[in-house]
């Protein structure tokens, strides 16, 4: 069974955010050993393409740290961060490790929905983790200094969506904080993005937008 949890501190425009998932046992895995990324863009308006690849990425049985200067793009800027995937060995007679897997960031800005008359989106900092043992596994996630987000509840609830809107109302995106994807059946493996924006018809953009991404899976 799974457990979810998170609060929110202080308000909107300096606030603290928590978020944590846990997964149950056992075998193969849908999802990979240990990755994580600061994140990425693709959407497209008023005819241009807006593209950032996957930033920072990295694997536990791949590139195990990584780190991305700040990018600017039309509508979108992440500010510098960084990932680790790591491996320790807890029981060297019987082979038993676990891993972590996490992406540290600062300074987004989503400035794309301020022409359709929606807010400047803001986090100051985040961080995404997923954590891999024998047991199972578990991810987490926490962010500060958000900004544009009005309404947030008291009480961020599993896979929460929020709708970003225009001052007249009209819902231009949705914005799911701690988005969770635990395969099915359960296989003990989870996937989270920290906020994954996707906008609406009515902003006239289209494609999405990631801010910190992660999965793991149990060790052997």
Known sequence: MKQIGARRVGAVTAALVLGLV??????????????????????????????????????????????????????????????????????????????????????????ALVSAGGPRLRVARWKITCLGGESGTNAGWAADGLQGFTGLPEQIAPNHVHEVKAGDGTVLATATFGETTVPSPNDG??????????????????????LGATACAPTP
């Open 22 to 111: 846990t997964a149950a046992p056992p075998a193969s895995a849908a999802n990979p050993a240990g990755v994580a990324s600061v994140g990425s863009a693709e959407f497209t308006k008023a005819g241009t393409r807006v593209t950032v690849a996957p930033l920072a990425p990295c694997a536990v049985d791949g590139t195990t740290s990584n780190s991305s200067e700040a990018v600017s793009r039309a509508g979108v800027r992440f500010g510098a961060g960084t990932s680790s995937c790591t491996t320790a060995v807890v029981d060297p007679d019987n082979g038993t490790t676990t891993t972590t897997s996490e992406a540290v960031g600062s300074d987004f800005e989503l400035s």
């Open 189 to 210: 493996s989870i996937a989270m993005a920290m906020l994954h924006l996707r906008f609406t018809e009515a902003s006239a953009i289209t494609g999405d937008v990631v």
